[in-house]
C-alpha cells in the first residue's frame, strides 16, 4: 500500500525557513516524480514544485522560484523541500504527491497523496 508522509512544518517568523520532508513507503520512488501542493485557508490547493522521475528536472512556481528546492533521495524513498525567506502568505498546508515518472502542475495526474503538514509565517 502506498503511504507519502510530510513533516518537518511548523511556525516559522518571516524571513525564517524549514525544511520538509516527504517519507515514502509501498511504491519505488525511483519511477516516480514528486510534486509539492499547498493550500492557504480559503484557497484553492496549487502546485508549488515537482522533481521528475525522468531526468531529476526540477519546475517551481513563480511564487516561490528562489527561496524554495525539491528534492528527492531515491535510496531512502523520502523527497524534501527547502524553504527559505519564508512569507506570510506561505501560510498553508503543504502536501506531497507522487506521480508515475513526470512532473504535472495538475492534481488529477497524481496517483498518491500524503495528509499534509501545516506551515505557518507569523511574527
Known amino acids: 500500500q502506498a503511504q507519502l508522509v510530510e513533516s518537518g512544518g511548523g511556525l516559522v517568523r518571516p524571513g525564517g525557513s524549514l525544511s520538509l520532508s516527504c517519507a515514502t513507503s509501498?511504491?519505488?520512488?525511483?519511477?516516480?516524480?514528486i510534486g509539492w501542493f499547498r493550500q492557504a485557508p480559503g484557497k484553492e490547493r496549487e502546485g508549488v514544485s515537482c522533481?521528475?522521475?525522468?531526468?531529476?528536472?526540477?519546475y517551481y512556481a513563480d511564487s516561490v522560484k528562489g527561496r524554495f528546492t525539491i528534492s528527492k533521495d531515491n535510496a531512502k524513498n523520502t523527497a524534501y523541500l527547502e524553504i527559505n525567506s519564508l512569507k506570510p502568505e506561505d501560510t498553508a498546508i503543504y502536501y506531497c504527491?507522487?506521480?508515475?515518472?513526470?512532473?504535472?502542475?495538475?492534481?488529477?495526474?497524481?496517483?498518491?497523496w500524503g495528509q499534509g503538514t501545516q506551515v505557518t509565517v507569523s511574527s
Open positions: 509501498g511504491f519505488i520512488l525511483h519511477n516516480y516524480a
Open positions: 522533481v521528475s522521475s525522468t531526468d531529476g528536472s526540477t
Open positions: 504527491a507522487a506521480n508515475l515518472y513526470v512532473c504535472s502542475w495538475s492534481e488529477g495526474e497524481y496517483d498518491y
